[in-house]
C-alpha cells in the first residue's frame, strides 16, 4: 500500500488548475446509460473512483474509449448484462447510480448493495422507494437490489425525498427522465453537482426544470440522444487547496474552478482571516503569513457548509487562533480523523456529532492512516503545517478523489512525497 510522507512547515505559494468534480463526473457517467447513441463526456477527473465506474462499465460489456484529455466516450447500446457485481460496488458506493438509468432504459438491473462505511450507515432506502413510486418491482436479494420496470416502463411520480439525498436525487431524475408522464421531486438536494447532471441530461433531450431547488419536475420524454458534455469543476477539491494553504499562513491561486459553487466554505476562509478574490473562473487566497483565526461551523446539504469539507476545517482549526467547534449533521461518524490529529498533538473534543477544536501552537509529525477520504484529505492539511515528517497511511482513499494530489502541492511548494508500498 502506498504512502505520503509529508514534510512539515512550508508555506504553500502558487498556482495549479483545478479538476472535473468527481461527484458530478460519476452520476453523469451513470447518465450516459441513458442515451441510445454514442456520448462524449469531457474534463474527467483522473481518478480511483472514475476507473472504477468505468470498469463497471466493461464488466456490462460497454467499452469507453478515452482519449489523451480524458473525454470519455460511450455508447451504450452494446450492453450486455445488467448487473452491477458486489466487488465493485463495494469499493465504490457511488455504483449505485446507475441504478435508475438501468432500470429506466432496459427495464431491470441488478445491483449489490452498498454496505456500511466508514462514515456510518449510509442506507439506499431512499433510491429503492423512488423507483418504486414509479412502478418497479424491486427484491433486495442475497445481498443485491433486483429491480424490474413495470409493463410499458417507469411511470412519473411525485415523490418526498424525508432526507435530502445527493445521489438519491440524481438517480431518481436519472429514471424520471426516461419514464412515462411527469415526475415531482419534493425536498431534492440542491448540490451543483446535481445542476450540473441536469443540465447533462437536457443536453442529451430531457425535460428538466428546477434543479438547483428543493422541487425538481422532469417530463418523461421516449428518448435520449447523443451529447458532448464538460463536467463542472470539483468545489471540494477547490476548498481543500484553499484550506491547505489558508492554514500554511500563505497563497494560492486555482484555475478552472468556479467561485459561486462554494460560497459557505469562502464565507468561513474569510472569517479565518484569508483575503479571496475571484474572477469568472478562479479564486486566489492569501493570508499574507498570519496565523488562522478558529472557526464554528455546521454541516448540512447545499448551499449549507458541506459535509466534504468538514475534515478539512477541523485541521485549520486545529493551528488556529483560538476555539472552534464544527458539527456534523450530515454523517452520524464523521470524525475518524479526529484521533489521528489528535497523534500529532490536535486538541479536539468529541461530543455527540460536535468537534471541539482549541488550535494548537504547533501540530507535530506522526505516523498516521487513512481512514476515508475528505479525511485521508484533513491528515495531509495537518502534516502541511506539522513541524517534522508525517507518514499517512492508506492513502488509497485519497486516489480515490485526488488527481495528482502530490504533484499539485509539489507545485504550490510543498514537501511531499508517495512511497510505494
Ligand atoms: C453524496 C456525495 C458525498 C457527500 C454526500 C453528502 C457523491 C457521489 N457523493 O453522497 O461525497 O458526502 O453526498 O453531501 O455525490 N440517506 C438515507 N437514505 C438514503 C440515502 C441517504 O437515509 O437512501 C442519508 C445518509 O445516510 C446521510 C444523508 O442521507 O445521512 C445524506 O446522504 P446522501 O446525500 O445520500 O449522500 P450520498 O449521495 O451517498
Not at 483545478?18 to 483522473?46: C, Q, R
Not at 436525487?169 to 431534492?188: F, P
Request: charged share 20%.
Amino acid at each position: 500500500m502506498d504512502k505520503l510522507i509529508i514534510t512539515g512547515g512550508i508555506r504553500l505559494d502558487g498556482e495549479i488548475r483545478i479538476s472535473g468534480a468527481k461527484n458530478s463526473a460519476l452520476p453523469i457517467l451513470a447518465a450516459t446509460l441513458l442515451a441510445d447513441g454514442p456520448v462524449t463526456v469531457a474534463n474527467l477527473p483522473h481518478l480511483h473512483d472514475i476507473t472504477t465506474m468505468i470498469e463497471l462499465f466493461g464488466r456490462m460489456g460497454i467499452e469507453p474509449v478515452i482519449d489523451e484529455k480524458l473525454a470519455v466516450e460511450i455508447d451504450p447500446r452494446t450492453i450486455k448484462t445488467l448487473i452491477a457485481p458486489y466487488e465493485l460496488v463495494k469499493t465504490m458506493r457511488a455504483s449505485i447510480l446507475v441504478l435508475g438509468p438501468m432500470v429506466a432504459r432496459f427495464g431491470e438491473a441488478e445491483v449489490a448493495l452498498p454496505g456500511g462505511c466508514a462514515i456510518g450507515s449510509r442506507p439506499v432506502d431512499l433510491h429503492i422507494r423512488g423507483l418504486e413510486a414509479m412502478g418497479a418491482k424491486i427484491d433486495v436479494e442475497a445481498g443485491y437490489i433486483k429491480a424490474k420496470a413495470p409493463e410499458g416502463g417507469l411511470r412519473g411520480a411525485h415523490f418526498f425525498f424525508d432526507t435530502v439525498s445527493v445521489t438519491g436525487t440524481e438517480n431518481i431524475m436519472m429514471a424520471a427522465a426516461l419514464a412515462n408522464g411527469r415526475s415531482v421531486l419534493q425536498n431534492a438536494a440542491r448540490e451543483p453537482e446535481v445542476v450540473d447532471l441536469a443540465n447533462f441530461l437536457i443536453a442529451m433531450g430531457a425535460k428538466i426544470q428546477g434543479a438547483g431547488t428543493d422541487t425538481i419536475t422532469i417530463d418523461g420524454v421516449k428518448r435520449l440522444g447523443s451529447a458532448h458534455y464538460k463536467v463542472m469543476p470539483d468545489r471540494i477539491e477547490t476548498g481543500t487547496y484553499l484550506v491547505a494553504a489558508a492554514a500554511t499562513g500563505g497563497r494560492v491561486k486555482l484555475k478552472d474552478t468556479d467561485p459561486t459553487i462554494l460560497e459557505a466554505v469562502l464565507d468561513k476562509l474569510r472569517e479565518a482571516g484569508a483575503e479571496i478574490t475571484s474572477g469568472d473562473d478562479w479564486i486566489e487566497l492569501n493570508m499574507h503569513g498570519k496565523r488562522p483565526k478558529a472557526v464554528n461551523l455546521r454541516t448540512a446539504p447545499y448551499p449549507a457548509f458541506p459535509t466534504d469539507m468538514q475534515a478539512q476545517f477541523v485541521s485549520l482549526n486545529a493551528i488556529a487562533e483560538g476555539t472552534g467547534a464544527v458539527i456534523e449533521t450530515v454523517f452520524e461518524n464523521r470524525f475518524m480523523h479526529v484521533y489521528e490529529m489528535v497523534r500529532m498533538g490536535a486538541q479536539i473534543l468529541v461530543e455527540g456529532n460536535t468537534a471541539v477544536v482549541t488550535g494548537a501552537a504547533q501540530l507535530k509529525g506522526a505516523p498516521v492512516m487513512a481512514t476515508d477520504l475528505r479525511a485521508s484529505a484533513s491528515l495531509v492539511i495537518a502534516a502541511l503545517v506539522a513541524e517534522g515528517d508525517t507518514l499517512i497511511d492508506r492513502i488509497y482513499h485519497i486516489d480515490r478523489g485526488y488527481e495528482c494530489i502530490e504533484e499539485k502541492l509539489q507545485q504550490l511548494g510543498a514537501k511531499i512525497r508517495r512511497v510505494p508500498g
